[in-house]
């Protein structure tokens, strides 16, 4: 349980969910970063922290962040240009 009180599943069982979902993929890898990380991890920081990785490693590549509708509505003034774009149809 959150501290928040809201029932979450635990990192090290979101990762091995993640790993069975990306098994048979040849360019998806699941980052344990935010996992690795001591106690909660906001949005900010794990999109930072990857978007500055992969820039390094991959310029090409941009970074998608997938969230429920909380986070979106939550992030959707988040302050740095380019940081989230919501996509809708």
């Not at 928040?4 to 699941?30: F, L």
């Not at 979106?72 to 003034?77: C, G, L, R, V």
Request: proline share 6%; glycine share 4%.
């Amino acid at each position: 349980m959150a501290s928040s009180g809201v029932a979450h599943i635990e990192y090290p069982d979101r990762a091995n969910m993640c790993d069975i979902i990306v098994q048979y993929s040849e360019y998806i890898e699941v980052s344990r970063w935010e996992g690795e990380q001591r106690g909660f991890v906001d949005f900010p920081a794990v999109a930072s922290h990857h978007a500055k990785y992969l820039s390094e490693h991959f310029p090409s590549v941009k970074v998608f962040y997938l969230c429920g509708a909380d986070h979106a509505i939550k992030y959707a003034s988040f302050p740095s240009p380019n940081a989230i774009k919501l996509l809708t149809n």
